[in-house]
């Protein structure tokens, strides 16, 4: 069943957000201690399995039903010569992932992810955000609420990825607009631009800034200056992962950027997001430090289509497949250290 309006509530402060169990997380730790091997020696497969372990609420967490959506949505500034990809592309990708041929078909199938693809309003373009906003408030919150519906309550993990031709240009700008960046510095290559058009990306950018300001201290209006609707929807997909219990993986660049978006509501809602990759937009690096978080992988990945997300799950089951099923000292009659 549909939940409505519930994004309005936890925005409003009142729906209570799951914290971190450091109970089950302190079980977990115990657990890894005893574990048949130098304690430590996993390294940061330890320190994920406690981090699933907290979120879950489980001493040895399950891996049964991880879920990753993709969401995607069109952008009105990709009529501004920004990307090296008409906007048609986001609709014929669409078709790809359903007909099985993307790279995030392949990674889900090989990883055991659940895997979903939600176009949102193709045919309907948010607006230039260097003329206008891109959404009104209710356009983003419809995008931020389709997303939190779209969120399975009984996922074991969900991952979180996009597609839309020119996003990274949406993207930048709320990142420049939300940690005071470089536009220059933090402007990437997106899709492959030519120097050319890395150089208009830039001003158009600067001047959507201009328009806008970067001073916002609030989720729906830094999202309807600047976002697109699949932007919008990770945004309310993360809310709904936090008033689950649900641990998230997030992308890369495009869906840091849309859950950064929340710390204007609460500094800590991404405690249950780790970043899966660091994305090879210049922007992200930025965006990370000053979400004091670092990423499972550094593939030097630009894809996007929560790529980085499915392979990082396979990290994640690495750290849950040795967590819940290595043998501890005792079981196997192994002395401890001395």
């Known amino acids: 069943m549909p939940y409505k309006n519930i994004v309005e509530k936890v925005l409003n402060g009142e729906v209570q957000l799951k914290e971190f169990d450091h109970y089950y997380a ?106 206008e906003k891109a959404m009104k408030h209710d356009e983003t919150l419809a995008a931020m609420q389709l997303g939190f519906n779209s969120v399975p309550k009984d996922c074991d993990l969900l991952i979180l990825g996009e597609m839309g031709i020119s996003n990274t240009t949406a993207a930048t700008a709320i990142a420049c607009a939300l940690f005071d960046g470089s536009v220059k510095g933090w402007t990437g290559l997106g899709t492959g631009v030519s120097p050319q058009r890395l150089k208009n990306k830039i001003s158009i950018i600067e001047t959507g800034l201009k328009l806008h300001g970067k001073k916002f201290d609030c989720v729906y209006e830094i999202l309807s200056a600047f976002a697109g609707r699949e932007m919008a929807a990770i945004a309310g997909s993360v809310i709904a992962a936090r008033v689950f219990g649900i641990p998230v993986l997030l992308d890369g660049f495009i869906s840091t950027v849309s859950g950064a978006v929340l710390t204007l509501f609460k500094r800590d809602i991404l405690d249950h997001c780790l970043i899966s990759h660091m994305s090879s937009e210049p922007g992200h690096k930025g965006i990370i430090s000053s979400l004091k978080k670092e990423t499972v992988l550094d593939l030097n990945m630009g894809l996007g289509e929560a790529s980085g997300g499915a392979l990082a799950a396979l990290v994640i089951r690495g750290a849950l497949a040795t967590h819940n099923k290595m043998a501890t000292f005792t079981d196997a009659g192994v002395s401890k250290k001395i």
Not at 55 to 64: I, L
Not at 69 to 76: D, I
Not at 78 to 97: C, G, H, I, L
């Open 26 to 131: 302190n079980l977990a730790e115990n657990h890894q201690n005893n574990l048949i091997k130098p304690k430590g020696s996993l390294g940061k497969l330890e320190k994920y399995a406690i981090w699933m372990a907290g979120w879950q609420k489980k001493q040895k967490p399950t891996m049964n039903k991880f879920h990753c959506l993709v969401f995607a949505g069109n952008h009105g500034v990709a009529k501004r010569n920004v990307s090296a990809y008409p906007p048609d592309v986001t609709k014929q990708m669409v078709k790809n992932f359903k007909n099985g041929g993307a790279a995030i078909n392949q990674l889900c199938n090989l990883a055991n992810i659940i895997l979903n693809v939600i176009p949102i309003e193709l045919e309907n373009p948010t607006k230039d955000f260097s003329q």
